[in-house]
């Protein structure tokens, strides 16, 4: 069998006998078992220990760095807006156009289980308590495994540390937090986004700083099976993430920009 030929231009274009972009396998499509989605600190400098604004920006982070998977979640949305400001002038018909600060926000649906609520799974790097009450029991370890420096300890990660205050006002008990006036949300979160093909294959990953809850939402019918949950997000910035992959072949790393 004849190897595909790659459309290139017009003049080799054959729509007859040839997909498009004939190289593509099925194998290297992306779907939603393949992707990970994981809450951690409210930014991607608290987990590889280097300044976006150094070399390589901000570190390269391993599979270990993800610091609170999530899971059963049934959709997650990304949005982005640019600013635009169109500019006519006097005596022509053409335009200007100004860029502005971009916009960014996500949403996420998941089901509600016996298990860590939505609202307390995005904000799992925290750890604080009032009175007798501990938000999150895991948190301080799952900080600290997600460091680069396996001997660090809080104290050591200012940057987090100073950031956590004494929440005031509760929002929930357990693993049921429903109360989004709680301060707990005034501080920021952050969230990972991993993605692989279906040969294993690593795509990449991005990092969403400085998340705010915006919004929660929570449904109930007396014909559903389940009980959905669903919270609304603004970010700062969507920071690309350079992943540090072991080889399964046990022969070294594999690096996706």
Not at 71 to 80: A, F, K, R, T
Not at 177 to 206: E, H, K
Not at 220 to 233: H, K
Request: hydrophobic share 35%; proline share 5%; charged share 10%.
């Amino acid at each position: 069998m004849p190897a595909p030929i790659a459309t290139t231009s017009l003049n080799n274009w054959d729509f007859h006998n040839h997909h498009v972009q004939s190289e593509l396998l099925g194998g290297e499509f992306v779907s939603a078992e393949s992707t990970l989605i994981a809450a951690g600190p409210p930014r991607l400098s608290d987990v590889t220990g280097v300044d976006p604004a150094a070399a390589g920006g901000g570190g390269v982070v391993t599979s270990g760095d993800l610091v609170y998977p999530i899971g059963v979640l049934e959709n997650v949305g990304i949005s982005q807006s640019k600013q635009l400001q169109r500019l006519f002038e006097i005596g022509s018909s053409w335009s200007y156009f100004v860029p502005g600060r971009v916009i960014g926000s996500i949403t996420l649906g998941r089901v509600l289980y016996h298990g860590p609520s939505l609202l307390k799974v995005l904000y799992a790097y925290y750890k604080q308590t009032q009175g007798s009450v501990t938000f999150l029991d895991q948190a301080n370890q799952l900080l600290q495994d997600g460091m680069r420096n396996p001997n660090a300890t809080l104290l050591d990660l200012p940057s987090v540390q100073s950031q956590l205050h004494r929440v005031q006002s509760n929002p929930g008990y357990d693993d049921l937090w429903l109360n989004l006036g709680s301060d707990i949300f005034n501080q920021p979160t952050g969230m990972c986004l991993y993605f692989r093909n279906q040969n294993d294959v690593t795509i990449g990953a991005v990092y969403l700083e400085e998340c705010y809850v915006q919004g929660h939402q929570m449904s109930v019918s007396s014909g559903s099976v389940l009980i959905m949950e669903g919270a609304s997000l603004q970010f700062d910035v969507l920071r690309p993430i350079r992943m540090q992959i072991p080889s399964s072949t046990g022969g070294g790393q594999v690096f996706a920009n």
